[in-house]
């Protein structure tokens, strides 16, 4: 509740009535994947025991959101709807058919605070939005910090009667045949509490991330990634406990912070940016479509199970089934690997990440995959393939690969990158050599251009 602008607002204007409408249609194919599903139960139940704390309660409801919101407005008398603003696209839409709904019954009253500066304010000195993300972090450093985060309401006044309300579990945000989350509760503690909890360890810790963040054994990243895309914690109120860092890790962590808010720049420009790529190819003579035939099928479902006989590919695939969540280092791999040694096209791996990832956002997620796919506006070069044994080795990743791959867990530091074919019993050989895999991807990218 802490930096929370809405409920700030709210709390201030009179009896407020905390409302979560669980809209399951609205993404489209971009729906709440089946991790996301699992971060937002226990978030909405932690949510709502804070609520507990201060006599006030969550309400749930299922079904459209701009027609339940409206509803609820319109039998409790509500003079105001308080809420975050979002710009998915179809959260923008749903924005507009909630005012519309409200006529001149209930104002709606929308606030920034997901992101350190709204987006799209900021810009080129001829106006315009920024494409490129080196010139927009430049402009983002020159207006930080961010405004100063908001406390906790004082108090919460509650209404003389309370709506209806769904059962959370009624709802089935979490597996049960098979319960397959197991990896992901050890891995994970949900709520505003576990956020601030971790922005306190990180602050300890920021001074290791410029080199650390490459090293997948070691692991010195933040994982706020969730908590911030929850709203669980703000972005403003990471900025403002870790501006006063003098050293080269926090240097380098504000630049991720700011590329959070280049992602949302990104959609706020070209709404479909996660399913459309930008730059002009023949999309046919570069992918290798897995709808045309099974064993590129399989090579697609070979990649999503971790069995690519790449260890640092295979055990960033594995960690991220198990905790719905992948380092930084190896998604990049992970995903080079998709789209340059399979030419499976990115956006196959942009749907697994979204049903995958407990992070799962649409604007950080599509921007990421069309870096790495070299389709983007602003994106890697598709000739800058990464080599995922080289990686592996200069990242020290064979600790990493030895906790997600027990196959290898014997395997000495010599061999564990790149296992000899007679000493990798069960792990299944490599699907296509490097070079191999270099010379096709190189080939098919000139005939895409041709």
Same mark, same amino acid.
């Given at each position: 509740?802490?930096? &929370?602008?809405?409920?700030?607002?709210?709390?201030?204007?009179?009896?407020?009535?905390?409302?979560?409408?669980?809209?399951?249609?609205?993404?489209?194919?971009?729906?709440?994947?089946?991790?996301?599903?699992?971060?937002?139960?226990?978030?909405?139940?932690?949510?709502?025991? +804070? =609520?507990?704390?201060?006599?006030?309660?969550?309400?749930?409801?299922?079904?459209?959101?701009?027609?339940?919101?409206?509803?609820?407005?319109?039998?409790?008398?509500?003079?105001?709807?308080?809420?975050?603003?979002?710009?998915?696209?179809?959260?923008?839409?749903?924005?507009?058919?909630?005012?519309?709904?409200?006529? $001149?019954?209930?104002?709606?009253?929308?606030?920034?605070? %997901?992101?350190?500066?709204?987006?799209?304010?900021?810009?080129?000195?001829?106006?315009?939005?920024?494409?490129?993300? *080196?010139?927009?972090?430049?402009?983002?450093?020159?207006?930080?910090?961010?405004?100063?985060?908001?406390?906790?309401?004082?108090?919460?006044?509650?209404?003389?009667?309370?709506?209806?309300?769904? $059962?959370?579990?009624?709802?089935?945000?979490?597996?049960?045949?098979?319960?397959?989350?197991?990896?992901?509760?050890?891995?994970?503690?949900?709520?505003?509490?576990?956020?601030?909890?971790?922005?306190?360890?990180?602050?300890?810790?920021?001074?290791?991330?410029?080199?650390?963040?490459?090293?997948?054994?070691?692991?010195?990243?933040?994982?706020?990634? @969730?908590?911030?895309?929850?709203?669980?914690? +703000?972005? #403003?109120?990471?900025?403002?406990?870790?501006?006063?860092?003098? @050293?080269?890790?926090?240097?380098?962590? !504000?630049?991720?912070?700011?590329?959070?808010?280049?992602?949302?720049?990104?959609?706020?420009?070209?709404?479909?940016?996660?399913?459309?790529? /930008?730059?002009?190819?023949?999309?046919? *003579?570069?992918?290798?479509?897995?709808?045309?035939?099974?064993?590129?099928?399989?090579?697609?479902?070979?990649? &999503?199970?971790?069995?690519?006989?790449?260890?640092?590919?295979?055990?960033?695939?594995?960690?991220?089934?198990?905790?719905?969540?992948?380092?930084?280092?190896?998604?990049?791999?992970?995903?080079?690997?998709?789209?340059?040694?399979?030419?499976?096209?990115?956006?196959?791996?942009?749907?697994?990440?979204?049903?995958?990832?407990?992070? #799962?956002?649409?604007?950080?997620?599509?921007?990421?995959?069309?870096?790495?796919?070299?389709?983007?506006?602003? +994106? %890697?070069?598709?000739?800058?393939?990464?080599?995922?044994?080289? &990686?592996?080795?200069?990242?020290?990743?064979?600790?990493?690969?030895?906790? /997600?791959?027990?196959? =290898?867990?014997?395997?000495?530091? /010599?061999?564990?990158?790149?296992?000899?074919?007679?000493?990798?019993?069960?792990?299944?050989?490599?699907?296509?050599?490097?070079?191999? !895999?270099?010379?096709?991807?190189?080939? #098919?990218?000139?005939?895409?251009?041709?």
């Amino acid at each position: 509740m802490k930096d &929370q602008p809405a409920l700030h607002a709210a709390a201030q204007a009179g009896p407020v009535i905390p409302v979560f409408v669980y809209d399951e249609e609205r993404g489209g194919d971009h729906a709440y994947g089946a991790a996301s599903k699992w971060w937002l139960h226990h978030s909405l139940e932690s949510f709502g025991r +804070s =609520l507990g704390k201060r006599r006030a309660k969550l309400v749930l409801r299922k079904g459209d959101a701009p027609q339940v919101l409206a509803a609820i407005a319109a039998q409790t008398g509500a003079a105001a709807i308080h809420a975050m603003r979002h710009y998915e696209p179809w959260w923008k839409e749903a924005e507009d058919e909630l005012r519309d709904a409200l006529g $001149d019954e209930c104002e709606l009253c929308l606030y920034d605070g %997901n992101y350190l500066l709204p987006p799209g304010s900021v810009t080129t000195n001829s106006g315009d939005p920024y494409k490129i993300y *080196t010139p927009f972090s430049k402009a983002m450093l020159d207006r930080m910090p961010p405004r100063d985060p908001l406390p906790e309401p004082e108090t919460i006044h509650s209404p003389d009667d309370w709506p209806d309300s769904d $059962d959370l579990e009624d709802w089935d945000l979490l597996p049960t045949k098979p319960d397959w989350a197991g990896g992901i509760r050890d891995f994970w503690e949900v709520g505003e509490d576990a956020a601030h909890d971790r922005l306190d360890w990180w602050a300890g810790e920021v001074e290791k991330y410029d080199d650390g963040r490459n090293l997948p054994s070691v692991d010195h990243t933040s994982r706020l990634s @969730s908590h911030l895309h929850w709203g669980e914690i +703000s972005p #403003a109120t990471v900025w403002h406990r870790l501006k006063d860092k003098r @050293s080269d890790g926090w240097k380098t962590f !504000a630049k991720e912070v700011i590329w959070r808010d280049y992602t949302q720049n990104v959609i706020d420009q070209f709404p479909d940016y996660p399913r459309e790529s /930008y730059r002009d190819y023949d999309e046919r *003579t570069l992918w290798r479509n897995p709808k045309a035939g099974h064993l590129i099928a399989e090579d697609l479902e070979c990649w &999503q199970r971790g069995m690519t006989g790449y260890p640092v590919v295979d055990a960033g695939m594995r960690q991220l089934w198990k905790t719905g969540w992948m380092h930084n280092r190896v998604r990049m791999i992970c995903a080079s690997f998709l789209v340059k040694h399979l030419l499976i096209d990115w956006r196959y791996g942009e749907r697994w990440y979204w049903d995958c990832l407990v992070d #799962a956002d649409y604007g950080n997620n599509g921007v990421n995959w069309q870096w790495i796919s070299g389709t983007g506006v602003d +994106s %890697n070069m598709f000739s800058r393939i990464m080599a995922p044994l080289t &990686q592996s080795e200069k990242f020290d990743a064979g600790d990493y690969i030895r906790e /997600y791959v027990p196959e =290898l867990a014997d395997m000495d530091d /010599y061999c564990i990158h790149d296992p000899p074919d007679d000493r990798r019993g069960d792990y299944p050989v490599k699907m296509i050599a490097h070079k191999e !895999a270099r010379e096709r991807a190189l080939e #098919a990218y000139r005939a895409s251009k041709d």
